[in-house]
């Protein structure tokens, strides 16, 4: 009788001795191990999402998946859309919407038992039941052709030079658009500003150049933009946005 009772203890307890619980890992494994090889090949331009991640949330990169949770989170909004390199709340709500989407991707492949971020409501500029976010292409194509229309602030050629903008105001364009300024100081000639998503280099400013002060916008591949967002050569004078000196 105590072998049998020591018996039914032991079967009784297997299930829960047998059910093994997902190890978490940090964000960093999470992409490289996982998240960018399935993007990869799944989606297209996947590539652009985990480089999203890694670019949005660098301080995130080494912390455990199962410890990115609401109040970090929270804390992260609040920075991204009023802190001093705020970007719209659009775009944070895309940089978001990355993030989540490779934890409940981690939830499928038996890293985490539950996404911790399920519980934070996903934000969005528009108001609208149904809302198609833009994919990080097709972000990138329609901030630089915003950026190269508004730097030059027009919409003809006609106006060009009559619509000049300060080294100062294409600094808060720039911001403005989403794209990050890399170097000491890119409104002086001393860096760029850079695309979040790729790095690639998307404006420029030569205040001092010696055949005038002017700038520079590129699209997401890096080609030269004129003041209609038309391909141009690099060296083209259509490549040579005027610069406002005062």
Known sequence: MPRKAVAEYVQSG??????????????????????????????????????????????LLCRQIIEIDVPTMERWWRGRVAGPNAVTKATAARDFACLRSALSRAVEWKQIESNPLLGMRQRSAASRKVVRFLSPDEEAMLRAALAARDLAGVEGRANANAARRTAGE?????????????????????GAYVDPVNGNQRVLVHPDAACGPHCHVNDAGGQRLDINGKHVAPESPEAHLPLKTK
Do not use: M
Request: with cysteine; hydrophobic share 35%.
């Open 14 to 59: 297997l299930p829960a001795l047998a059910k093994s619980k997902p190890t978490s890992c940090t964000l960093e494994a999470l992409l490289n191990d996982h998240f960018q090889p399935w993007a990869v090949a799944e989606l297209k331009g996947g590539r652009q999402y985990p480089d999203r991640i890694r670019s949005v949330f660098p301080w």
């Open 170 to 190: 294409i600094d808060g364009i720039a911001k403005q658009s989403g794209l990050q300024p890399k170097g000491p100081d890119p409104s002086a000639g001393k």
